[in-house]
Structures are given as structure tokens and as C-alpha cells.
């Protein structure tokens, strides 16, 4: 049966990737080492500071102590992060209303846009044949899509979702009226540990990326700075 077949396909792909965890963790140690010397050498000058006894010291001493728990902080958001791409499980396929989940996430996320001054407007077909997906891990790649849309709009601004039949793909496309991306970002963007945010870990794209691998599909970026990004989504209509 092909979905079988491209199942198995994928399965292959993702022995494949196991083979390369030793890359990743080396990417981890590396990005893991500047907050680990940041922490050291706060911790020394800490001790200093501290067997002084007078007021001034004792307050760059609690600075230095707020220092260390932001980039603890960091660290356990790294760590969480690669965790979750690193045990991504193989996705649990089943017959799914790509319309529903699409319109399902939107709800979900409303309310952050609004406060945020975000119009959402949707151009869903409703009447999309039903294909084999992970509700759960297409939700988890959409959600860190549309999140990164919401930071790129931090004055306000419109995203756009349009869910479409293309031959035998169904389409999500993802459009966002923020900041922009310059083209020599693009094609990092879903690099393990390459964020555009200043303490963005960059593995939310990354889990995104292996999330639509695994369901034989394809994403793809359109962006123009100052003008906004489009994310597109392409999702195989697969016959079991």
C-alpha cells in the first residue's frame, strides 16, 4: 500500500537521524558552554563580592544571583526544547479534517492575538478530502508557525491562514504582515539552535520541520522585509 510505503520510507529517514544524534549533541555542548562560562564567572566574582560586608557589594551580589537564574533559566529551555526533538515520536497517523485542525488552532491562539492587536482571517475550504496525519504533532508544527508570527507582529498587524487542495497536496499557508526576513536567514531558519530572537532557543521551526518530514511533506518561506511571511505547509493526500 503506498501510505505504507512512504511510511516505512520515513522510518528509514528517522533511523537515519538517530545516526546523527552525536551532531546534535555537539550542537547542545555548544550552545550550552557560553551560559555555563557566564555562570562560572558570575559565580567567582560572586564569592568575592560576598566576603565584603558592605551594602554596595551585597547589592551587585543580588544582580549577579539574578544573572545566574536567567541563564539557568535558558539552559532548562535548551535542554526542554532538544528533548522534545530529540524523542519526537513516530506520528500515530490517523483520518483527519485538516480544515477542523486548522480552524481548531486558531481558536486556540485568539486570545494571544488579541492582545496583541493581531486580526486573524481565515480562507479555509471546508470541504477538503480527509487524510492520515498526527492531530497532535501537524497542531504542534502549525503552533510554532503561528507563534513565530506573533513575535514578528510586535506592533500589531494580520495573520492570514489559507487551507487549499493543490493536485494531490492539501496546502496550509500561513501569512504574517510582521517584520520580515532577510534572505540570508531563510534558509537557517530551521537549523538546529538558529533563532532571529535574542533568547529564542531555534528549535521550535527545527521540530517543525521534522514534524512535516514525517508526513512526507514539504514547507516552504516566502518573506519580504518590512512586508511580512508566508509559511507554507504541503501535506501529501496519502491512500492507505
Do not use: C
Not at 156 to 179: A, F, M, N, P, W
Not at 212 to 237: A, C, N
Amino acid at each position: 500500500m503506498r501510505f505504507l510505503k512512504k511510511y516505512k520510507e520515513k522510518r528509514e529517514d528517522s533511523n537515519k537521524t538517530r545516526d546523527a544524534m552525536s551532531v546534535w549533541a555537539g550542537a547542545l555542548a555548544h550552545e550550552i558552554k557560553n551560559p555555563l562560562n557566564t555562570m562560572r564567572i558570575n559565580l567567582q566574582l560572586l564569592e568575592e563580592e560576598w566576603d565584603q560586608s558592605d551594602e554596595s557589594s551585597k547589592i551587585k551580589a543580588r544582580k549577579r544571583l539574578g544573572t545566574l537564574n536567567q541563564e539557568i533559566d535558558r539552559l532548562e529551555d535548551i535542554l526542554n526544547d532538544f528533548l522534545r526533538f530529540a524523542r519526537l515520536p513516530q506520528p500515530n497517523f490517523k483520518i483527519q479534517n485538516v480544515a477542523v485542525l486548522v480552524n481548531e488552532l486558531l481558536d486556540f491562539t485568539e486570545p494571544e492575538a488579541q492582545q496583541q492587536n493581531i486580526i486573524i482571517k481565515r480562507d479555509i475550504n471546508p470541504d477538503l478530502p480527509e487524510i492520515y496525519l498526527d492531530n497532535g504533532q501537524i497542531k504542534q508544527a502549525l503552533l510554532n508557525i503561528v507563534l513565530n508570527a506573533y513575535q514578528s507582529m510586535s506592533s500589531g498587524g494580520e495573520l492570514s491562514s489559507r487551507v487549499y487542495k493543490t493536485d494531490s497536496h492539501i496546502s496550509i499557508d500561513i501569512t504574517d504582515t510582521g517584520e520580515g526576513i532577510p534572505p540570508d536567514r531563510i534558509s537557517k531558519l530551521f537549523n538546529l539552535f538558529y533563532s532571529t530572537k535574542e533568547n529564542g532557543t531555534g528549535l521550535g521551526l527545527s521540530i517543525t520541520k521534522r514534524i512535516i518530514d514525517m508526513h512526507s511533506g514539504e514547507i516552504r518561506i516566502q518573506s519580504e522585509e518590512g512586508k511580512g511571511t508566508t509559511f507554507t505547509v504541503i501535506l501529501p493526500i496519502l491512500k492507505h
